[in-house]
T-cell receptor, first 113, second 114 residues
Framework: GNSVTQMEGPVTLSEEAFLTINCTYT??????LFWYVQYPGEGLQLLLK?????DKGSNKGFEATYRKETTSFHLEKGSVQVSDSAVYFC????????????FGKGTKLSVKP | DAGVIQSPRHEVTEMGQEVTLRCKPI?????LFWYRQTMMRGLELLIY????????DSGMPEDRFSAKMPNASFSTLKIQPSEPRDSAVYFC????????????FGDGTRLSIL
């Protein structure tokens, strides 16, 4: 079946550290891949996306590359800020239907000054 | 542009009472989703609509939960009777049909059943 596995948190980093949050997926066909972010007290919001193999999504200094050979979509940022503290969700959409959006369990990131 | 609007933001009520959560999706979006988020179970899809028609309600926990979408700009999620284990944050989201389009989430309703 289709599924998303992301690294468990929480992840605690110092400001300006390098961030990687791992995400791997299992899917039939060619899914679209997303990273969502949830700030405290808010709903999820799209951070970046990639719709085909080798695509790189990027936003606010975050990047993720759609790797079909390793079925991965790892999130990276070169220098995190305190304001990046949030929960990050990897997600895949398969079968061309919005009803088929599967979220990972989320990874909580805390950035200390 | 206005995003997805949910009301109320917070609801505290006693068990056994009826609870109604409301959602106004983004204008022009033809999909609407209801999710529940808890520490134990994470983010769960309860039900979704396409063009106001319920498509998949397999995530609705039990008959105490019901959802309606009487028109393209309004949806409700009702719990009757409510129980303490229903305490959670409930999110509404909407999207366009195309696969590459993201879902847009409201800020959620934090529900506490005493």
């Amino acid at each position: 079946g289709n599924s998303v596995t992301q690294m468990e948190g929480p992840v605690t980093l110092s400001e300006e550290a390098f961030l990687t949050i791992n995400c791997t997926y299992t899917a039939t066909g060619y899914p679209s891949l997303f990273w969502y972010v949830q700030y405290p007290g808010e709903g999820l919001q799209l951070l970046l996306k990639a719709t085909k193999a080798d695509d790189k999504g990027s936003n606010k200094g975050f990047e993720a590359t759609y790797r079909k050979e390793t079925t991965s979509f790892h999130l990276e940022k070169g220098s995190v800020q305190v304001s990046d503290s949030a929960v990050y969700f990897c997600a895949l959409l398969f079968g061309g239907s919005q009803g088929n959006l599967i979220f990972g369990k989320g990874t909580k990131l805390s950035v200390k000054p | 542009d206005a995003g997805v609007i949910q009301s109320p933001r917070h609801e505290v009520t006693e068990m056994g009472q009826e609870v109604t959560l409301r959602c106004k999706p983004i204008s022009g979006h033809d999909y609407l989703f209801w999710y529940r988020q808890t520490m134990m179970r994470g983010l769960e899809l309860l039900i979704y609509f396409n063009n106001n028609v319920p498509i998949d309600d397999s995530g609705m926990p039990e008959d105490r939960f019901s959802a309606k979408m009487p028109n393209a700009s309004f949806s409700t999620l009702k719990i009757q009777p409510s129980e303490p284990r229903d305490s959670a944050v409930y999110f509404c989201a909407s999207s366009l049909s195309f696969e590459s389009q993201p879902q847009h989430f409201g800020d959620g309703t934090r529900l506490s059943i005493l």
